[in-house]
Nanobody
Framework: QVQLVESGGGSVQAGGSLRLSCAASGYTYGFYCMGWFRRAPEKEREGVAAISVDGRTTYADSVKGRFTISRDNAKHTLYLQMNSLKIDDTATYYC???????????????????WGQGTQVTVSS
């Protein structure tokens, strides 16, 4: 069955960096767009970034220029490099599989059919 397992979360000071990973299994990884989402306490889940099978990427305005999404199809792994972290980036981060090879830029959650369990990122001052 499809499994997505995130890792790499932790606690960091504002201005610091973290790299999240998402190991995928149970399906042909290279055939699907992949995305990162996050949910902060008392806030709605929001799309952070996505990468289609052709390498095209899309980012939420709040993370543009600071976060970089990438994928290694040989390793079936999705990454999110997070630099210049802010306190507002504190959230549980989830990776998710889109139901097609290409993601829409607005990252509608209804188009993602499998989700990981999440990894916590805490940014402090």
């Amino acid at each position: 069955q499809v499994q997505l397992v995130e890792s790499g979360g932790g606690s960091v000071q504002a201005g610091g960096s973290l790299r999240l990973s998402c190991a995928a299994s149970g399906y042909t990884y290279g055939f699907y767009c992949m995305g990162w989402f996050r949910r902060a306490p008392e806030k709605e889940r929001e799309g952070v970034a996505a990468i289609s099978v052709d390498g095209r990427t899309t980012y939420a305005d709040s993370v543009k220029g600071r976060f970089t999404i990438s994928r290694d199809n040989a390793k079936h792994t999705l990454y999110l490099q997070m630099n210049s972290l802010k306190i507002d980036d504190t959230a549980t981060y989830y990776c998710a599989r889109h139901f097609s090879p290409y993601c829409h830029s607005n990252l509608p959650t209804r188009e993602f059919d499998y989700w990981g369990q999440g990894t916590q990122v805490t940014v402090s001052s």
